[in-house]
């Protein structure tokens, strides 16, 4: 599996912790877009900032390969998406790796491409987010940018 940036937020937030349980589980890959776009979030405090630390130092981080750009740049020209998606989802797909992430609605239109939202129904148990805990379109800019 290949954890995307938003799920990394939220499993860095104490009021998620089930997210932190299911990625020790999953034993996932991340992709080099997420390092930096997550690291470098600017409203990290310091305790997630910690907890991301940690994860990126015990987990496997997928570096940028001419397959995964050439993957990538094809995406961009099939449809406006940004460069940060187009990067993760050649990344999953040229690892043939399913992509968690909660803005399933970036990627479902690329056919070839496998999806787990694990904010879903039925997906994990009691993770349904109250709207103040979610991340704002806001915050997702600032991740994405």
Do not use: C
Not at 47 to 53: A, G, I, N, P, T
């Amino acid at each position: 599996m290949l954890i995307d940036s938003n799920i990394l937020i939220y499993a860095s937030q104490s009021t998620h912790a089930h997210l932190r349980r299911l990625i020790v589980e999953w034993v996932p890959a991340v992709s080099t877009v997420s390092y930096v776009e997550v690291l470098g979030y600017h409203q990290l405090d310091d305790e997630e900032r910690q907890y991301l630390e940690a994860f990126f130092r015990l987990t496997q981080v997928l570096p940028l390969s001419q397959d995964i750009l050439d993957r990538a740049v094809a995406l961009r020209q099939q449809q406006k998406m940004s460069l940060g998606d187009a990067l993760v989802a050649g990344t999953a797909l040229i690892h043939e790796l399913k992509l968690v992430t909660r803005n399933v609605e970036d990627f479902q239109w690329i056919q070839e491409l496998s999806l787990l939202n694990p904010f879903e129904s039925g997906t994990l148990q009691d993770t349904k987010s109250a709207p103040d805990e979610e991340l704002s379109n806001e915050q997702n800019a600032q991740i994405n940018n």
